[in-house]
């Protein structure tokens, strides 16, 4: 995945969505663990 200057674009939310689809092939997966860590990160 080319990641030089994907925050410019992308929010994080969407940076890591992209991750997972790269990565996994499933978007969906990694949704709950996701959100979980951007609520406890506010």
């Known amino acids: 995945a080319n990641v030089i200057n994907h925050e410019r674009f992308y929010p994080p939310e969407q940076d890591l969505l992209c991750y997972y689809?790269?990565?996994?092939?499933?978007?969906?997966?990694?949704?709950?663990?996701?959100?979980?860590?951007?609520?406890?990160?506010e």
Do not use: I, Q, R, S
Not at 22 to 32: I, T
């Open 21 to 41: 689809v790269e990565n996994n092939g499933d978007p969906y997966e990694g949704l709950p663990e996701m959100t979980f860590h951007f609520a406890n990160a």
